[in-house]
């Protein structure tokens, strides 16, 4: 847990657990990012292999349930008393992608970015155009 920053050695709240993932240089996806957030909607966040290794660490260091997500290949979910976290993996060569999309993500009219799938439909297709860009 090397990468994480010293600001947040333990994750016991979710307030805790959102800085440590803020301050790792996390991409913000989904409703919490975009729109249409209720107050059951989870955080969603994509961050490089390592990252997410160490927060989930973390998390079952300071009691909390951590399990596989089957949305994406490689994520997890973080149960907090007032929270979920979806913690998505992105290599470093998709992660400029994931930014990106995200970013544009933010511009899509309120009806897209407000119904959930409108909101995956377009994201997901902007993902997958921007992965197939050549990178610099």
């Not at 160490?54 to 907090?80: H, K, N």
């Not at 979920?84 to 290599?91: E, G, I, K, S, Y």
């Not at 909101?119 to 610099?136: C, G, I, N, S, W």
């Amino acid at each position: 847990m090397d990468n994480l920053p010293n600001v947040c050695n333990k994750a016991t709240t979710l307030a805790d657990f959102l800085k440590a993932v803020t301050d790792l240089g996390h991409v913000a996806i989904g409703s919490r990012a975009w729109g249409g957030a209720t107050s059951l909607s989870d955080y969603d966040y994509v961050l490089g292999v390592a990252d997410v290794e160490s927060l989930t660490q973390l998390a079952r260091d300071a009691g909390r349930s951590v399990s596989p997500s089957l949305y994406y290949v490689s994520s997890y979910y973080v149960q907090f008393d007032d929270g979920v976290v979806n913690l998505v993996t992105a290599c470093q060569a998709d992660l400029e992608a994931w930014r990106a999309a995200s970013a544009m993500m933010a511009h899509a009219p309120t009806s897209v970015r407000h119904d959930r799938d409108s909101r995956q439909l377009v994201f997901e297709a902007l993902l997958a155009m921007l992965k197939k860009l050549p990178t610099r």
